[in-house]
């Protein structure tokens, strides 16, 4: 027998109605844990070291960072809240429930302030341990369905793209949702067609898998139990008793009870694709509590087109739908179930309506427009210097010999390529189209040039040189187009793209992306000749760069622009300059308090709540202004606003307090922080400084006094 009818034939054995038979075991490799914990290594080098070092980017890290903070000030996991207390002339405060976003980013962050003190380290440390999971599960993935030297190179092509390193870097909800959906689809991808999935499952697989879901699972309980004591009324008594806490408690514990005890005792063979499939859909959960519905409908419509273009309806019968299922409900359901009975059609309207059916439908804080050609070069910048390759990649798929379902490999290739074309038709139709929004579609690309990059390093590839130039166009003109705009790297998960920097960071940003650029261009020459030494050489110093490429842009390229895009240095001067005073009784442990109030002027970037932890007293029209001076007095007191604005302030004052204004913090090309002095102060710092009456301050340039 041919081996492609060998192929064909195990193809029908597993989804005909014959039984399938046992696999052969994969040879034990004890050298196996050695890649990963080396991979491991390199990517804790990647994204750990001086994650901290920079100022949260507004308005997105400081908006969810405060929700987040907000929930150990508040103590309260299950309901965000968002906004300041001050009540403002009127009566009216800025506070409330926060509707916008599921939970397991704030979650994450909450988490880690707890460990790691206020600070940027802690914002971020969840997205980071999200990025370093999900890029250790590509490899682990590829080893088993392609290779391990596949495995490698999809791992680090994924790894060293500019999306996905600096969505790594920044605490926003697409890299938790991108990337544990990511790690669902590699355990789906392992239980299909993995080398490994019929093999008895051993006491680590258990341990990984249930004690990672309980430990999930716990907590949530614990959160109903004690802090969901109330039932809402005027609602049906069975609706009430359901939505109370320790009955719902029950029904989700027996979920798991059913689970584990059909696996244990009704189940004769356990095998790793039970494990893997469960864990896929343990992390579908996560997704989904990270994202929304879109955790769960991209996954499944992923698979569904799988299904409808192979016809492989017999797998429905093998991923475990029911078992699954309760896993599932149990990780994604609690939060939501929670937030439905606590707060009912308001949180229905904001979070499903508004942030779900209108982003797609209608659109919802709509910056740019396009068709099908609007994402294309947003993945060109995110993807490179990979990017160049994908054309080839998904002919190669299209046209090649990797082309049909027969083997193993072939059909988790056409699996790949159905992720990246349901992700970039479903963000393509979206009538809001921010750039980060394809960002769904760069693990299954990423993974599809690892591939071809594979075929390259061990096979003959027909139309080599077709293959070729075509990369090599669009290496030239993508490297081109970043080196005349360098904003496109910021501009890959920002949300103003518009937003001034300062213009002397051009010239070292355009000598890193020409020394990129020259390393690029030297690994495509290599590829000109076609001995593996030659081709392994060049792939190598394409990696060298493109892992360059991220760990500057993480170091220096973002840090440097946080000097315009984080109100934290400035910040950081207001706590040097103020008189700190002691807390109140029973306030947060990491809180600082300052004599002076601060108000935002005419300004809501969300920063300005989180970096003062909600002390701040917005100020968002002139009769708010007028408002705080009259109960303020003649007391001295701090403001940041747009640089703009800074004369309507001054004219808002008392001639007295005009005189003791300064800007203490200029170093932003957006905002100012202006410290306002009271007659008795200014005249205090006056004799301080040696200054006559008819003298102003000159800015201090955030220098502590």
């Known amino acids: 027998m041919s081996e492609e009818n ?54 997105w890290e400081t908006h969810y960072g405060e929700v987040g903070r907000q929930m150990i000030e508040r103590g309260d996991w299950i309901s965000p809240w968002w906004g300041g207390h001050w009540t403002d002339g009127g009566g009216a405060s800025e506070g409330r429930y926060f509707y916008s976003k599921p939970v397991l980013l704030l979650w994450m962050m909450g988490m880690g302030l707890q460990a790691f003190g206020f600070s940027e ?64 689809m590699c355990f789906f991808l392992m239980a299909v067609f993995g080398k490994q999935k019929e093999e008895p499952a051993t006491r680590l697989d258990y341990l990984l898998f249930f004690g990672t879901w309980l430990g999930l699972f716990i907590p949530q309980m614990q ?31 027996l979920g798991v009870v059913i689970v584990a005890t059909s696996f244990f005792f009704f189940t004769k063979k356990r095998t790793k694709r039970h494990i893997y499939l469960f864990s896929f859909y343990l992390f579908i959960g ?53 937030m439905f009975a606590r707060h009912g059609r308001g949180f229905y309207d904001r979070f499903f309506i508004h942030d779900h059916l209108r982003r797609l439908a209608t659109g919802v804080h709509q910056t740019e427009n396009g068709s099908f050609e609007h994402f294309i070069k947003w993945l060109g910048y995110g993807l490179f210097p990979w990017g160049s390759f994908v054309p080839a990649a998904l002919a190669r798929v299209a046209v090649g010999r990797e082309f049909g379902n027969r083997t193993d490999p072939q059909r988790a290739r056409l699996l790949l390529v159905l992720w990246f074309l349901a992700s970039f038709c479903l963000f393509t139709l979206s009538n809001t189209k921010f750039h980060h929004y394809i960002f769904p579609c760069v ?65 070292g940003i355009k000598l890193a992306l020409k020394i990129v650029f020259a390393m690029g261009l030297a690994g495509f020459v290599l590829l000109l000749f076609r001995p593996r030494a030659m081709r392994t050489a060049a792939l190598t110093i394409l990696f060298v760069a493109s892992t360059g490429l991220s760990v500057w842009a993480l170091d220096v390229y973002m840090p440097q622009l946080a000097t315009d895009w984080s109100q934290g240095y400035l910040w950081d001067a207001y706590y040097r300059l103020c008189e700190r005073v002691e807390p109140p009784p029973g306030a947060p442990s990491i809180k600082r308090y300052c004599r002076e109030p601060v ?41 940041i606003m747009q640089r703009g604005r800074l004369s309507t302030f001054r004219a808002g004052l008392s001639s007295q307090m005009r005189q003791g204004v300064s800007e203490v913090h200029n170093d932003n090309e957006k905002f100012i922080l202006v410290r306002v002095l009271s007659p008795d102060d200014a005249e205090a710092l006056r004799q301080r400084r040696g200054l006559t009456q008819d003298e102003e301050f000159p800015e201090e340039a955030s220098s502590p006094e």
Do not use: C
């Open 599 to 639: 108000v935002s002027y005419r300004l809501n970037w969300r920063g300005e709540t989180y970096y003062t932890q909600n002390e701040v007293i917005p100020l968002e029209d002139e009769s708010d202004y007028r408002y705080f001076l009259s109960q303020n007095g003649d007391r001295s007191f701090f403001a």
């Open 223 to 253: 959160l109903l139990w004690v802090k969901f004591e109330s039932i809402r009324e005027g609602l049906p008594w069975i609706i009430r008793v359901t939505n109370w806490g320790p009955v719902q408690v029950a029904l989700y514990t």
């Open 286 to 338: 996560l997704a989904t509590l990270a994202k929304g519905l879109l955790g769960f409908a991209l996954p499944g419509a992923i698979i569904l087109a799988y299904l409808l273009v192979t016809r492989e309806w017999g797998l429905l019968r093998r991923v475990e739908l029911l078992r699954g299922g309760l896993i599932f409900v149990t990780v994604a359901f609690p939060w939501y179930l929670a």
């Open 443 to 507: 693990p299954a690309l990423a993974m599809l040039v690892g591939l071809f990059l594979d075929d390259l390093l061990g096979k003959r590839i027909p139309g080599y040189w077709l293959y070729y130039l075509s990369a090599l166009g669009l290496f030239v003109l993508v490297g081109f187009d970043l080196f005349a705009h360098p904003e496109h790297l910021k501009n890959l998960f920002t949300y103003q793209y518009d937003r001034m920097w300062h213009a002397s960071l051009m010239g």
């Open 6 to 59: 060998a192929n064909v034939t195990a193809v029908e054995r597993e989804f005909g109605r014959q039984d399938e038979p046992a696999a052969t075991p994969v040879r034990r490799d004890r050298t196996e844990w050695a890649y990963r914990l080396v991979l491991l290594i390199l990517l804790g080098l990647i994204f750990i070291p001086f994650m901290g070092s920079f100022g949260l980017w507004d308005p």
């Open 121 to 184: 380290w802690g914002i971020r440390v969840g997205v980071g341990l999200v990025v370093i999971i999900s890029s250790l599960m590509i490899y682990v993935m590829g080893r088993q369905v392609f290779g391990r030297r596949a495995g490698v190179i999809m791992a680090l092509v994924t790894t060293t793209s500019p999306f996905w390193a600096m969505l790594g870097r920044q605490a926003q909800t697409d890299m938790p949702f991108v990337g544990l959906m990511t790690a669902g």
